[in-house]
């Protein structure tokens, strides 16, 4: 099978990380829907418009490869634990004050877990690709990404996470599996969780479990890992050096990395390390409300292209855009695009 690569494309391809801002009428439908005054059908009218709108946004902005914007999870996560059998809800602690990571409920297992109709992601891609001609990427969480709100205690002997992960590791495997089935060929895992949350695995660890969720994934495979976005928060020590050498023993062909917030810090790592892969940078800055000139990606640009060589260098944000306003994702996007346009000119 095909996989799409940086030539193919075209010189410093731009994309987004995954997800999209939602309109703001989305929002207002899925409290009218929790309220009891719009039924299923509604709800997946208004989903099936707002994804339409949210490829329009990139087709519009010019990005080179699009994702559906997650538009049917509710902050990338959520949705797909939800979609797991054998849990049971434990409410939130803090529901008072500013919502943060401390305001999402959590799960205990009360069997060893299941999904027995899948995360909805083949739904996802099918639907997107009647949408646009264009290039898509697939995202879909990792097992320790996916194990950050519950806790193993059903099914799980002694609390011990490892059989949970692998657990999740293979259903993981499993969607992505069908995933290329169905068509799709770039599929990204997301994993901030790498960079340190508990459950917290070693790097060596953490390879073998990814290793093991794209095991005969016949597709181009992206390894995303961020610190967290939960409303601009970051959620762990905002530091590559501890994953490096050790994460580059992932068999993923592109990792996606965060520069923009952290001001380009760390680049010197890729240049160390890197090889011959290629690196997706942020170099716009999803967690802050300033609008990025295009003269200002385009800086952050020359910077990353000191550690890395141009046909290796895919163009993104640090993160996804589900925790900002359509408007300013969408200026976010058109400045991507534009100071890449900038840079290309200049490494012909």
Known sequence: MPHMNGTELGLLPTMGVGSYASPSWLLAARRVLRAGDAGPADMEEAVQDAIKIAVWDQEEAGLDILTDGEIRRQRFLWNVVEKLAGLKLIPAQRKLGVTSYDSAPRFET?????????????EEYTYVRTLTEKPLKVCCPGPLTICLPITPKGGYSGGDYMPLLYDLAELVNRELKQLVAAGATFIQVDEPSAAGRTPYLPVEDAVKLF????????????LHICFGNNQGRPAMKRTYKPLFPGILEAKADQFALEYANR??????????????????????DVKSMYLETPEDVAERIRAVLQHVAPEKL?????????ASSRGLARAKLHALVEGARIVRGEVR
């Open 211 to 222: 290793n093991k969720t794209v095991e005969g994934v016949n597709a181009k495979i992206a």
């Open 314 to 322: 895919y163009l993104t944000c640090d993160c996804g855009f589900s």
């Open 110 to 122: 009360v069997e060893r877990v299941s999904a027995p109709s899948g995360f909805g992601l083949v």
């Open 263 to 284: 001001e380009m810090a760390e680049l010197e790592l890729w240049s160390r390390y890197g090889g011959d892969r290629e690196l997706a940078a942020g170099v716009v």
